[in-house]
């Protein structure tokens, strides 16, 4: 149980519609960061929220875009969805303490399938 | 282009079997490795090693990095059915945004009671 929350745990749209995955934390993390698994492959890096600025960014395109509230709280958004981006999405933030290392605790996961 | 490679990329086994995994890596400026399990959906974090051959070890698990030769391997030893799971092996570079590893494919292993 790593206290990071996300939600919805699954769900379906279709092609050209936008989407809203959320994550939260028990402790109030200050850092989120969200990646994308697509089947059979490992985590990609979509983006980073710090204080609620964007923090660095991965190779998506501006369709894919977030919002990190006073909270710590975070949204990824996704708009015009393309069938590519069914996936598990993941959220990530880090173990107490540990913010200068690459300990990562992740979220469950929100599983898009877009049709 | 930074990359991580995993090998082999899935792998079966009996209980009682030990297991080595492999990951290389290109970085620029690499800052740490990371391997983390992977069963259900959360990947759930196992070592981080930043230093050159300096074993980390969490009971049947343990790991070691080559920063000259650019990998580093888990070994599992006396595997169970539970460590069926996919074995994640990621990297992060200094300068980057902190937060931002780049992963490999994975390795799935299936241990077979």
């Known amino acids: 149980e790593t206290g990071v929350t996300q939600s919805p745990t699954h769900l379906i749209k279709t092609r050209g519609q936008q989407v809203t995955l959320r994550c939260s934390s028990q402790?109030?993390?200050?850092?989120v960061s969200w990646y994308q698994q697509a089947l059979g492959q490992g985590p990609q890096f979509i983006f980073q929220y710090y204080r609620e600025e964007e923090n660095g960014r991965g190779n998506f395109p501006p369709r894919f875009s977030g919002l990190q509230f006073p909270n710590y709280s975070s949204e990824l958004n996704v708009n015009a969805l393309e069938l590519d981006d069914s996936a598990l999405y993941l959220c990530?933030?880090?173990?107490?303490?540990?913010?200068?290392?690459?300990?990562?605790?992740f979220g469950e996961g929100s599983r898009l399938t877009v049709l | 282009e930074d990359k991580v490679v995993q090998s082999p990329l899935s792998l079966v086994v009996h209980e009682g079997d030990t297991v080595t995994l492999n990951c290389s890596y290109e970085v620029t400026n690499f800052r740490s490795l990371l391997w983390y399990k992977q069963e259900k959906k959360a990947p759930t974090f196992l070592f981080m090693l930043?230093?050159?051959?300096i074993e980390k070890k969490s009971g049947r698990l343990s790991s070691i990095l080559d920063k000259k030769e650019l990998f580093s391997i888990l070994n599992i030893t006396a595997t169970q059915t539970g460590d069926s799971a996919i074995y994640l092996c990621?990297?992060?570079?200094?300068?980057?945004?902190?937060?931002?590893?780049?992963f490999g494919k994975g390795t799935k292993l299936s241990v077979k009671p």
């Open positions: 402790s109030g993390h200050n850092t």
């Open positions: 930043t230093s050159s051959g």
């Open positions: 990621a990297v992060e570079a200094r300068g980057g945004s902190q937060g931002n590893l780049i």
């Open positions: 990530a933030i880090f173990s107490d303490g540990k913010r200068n290392t690459g300990e990562l605790f």
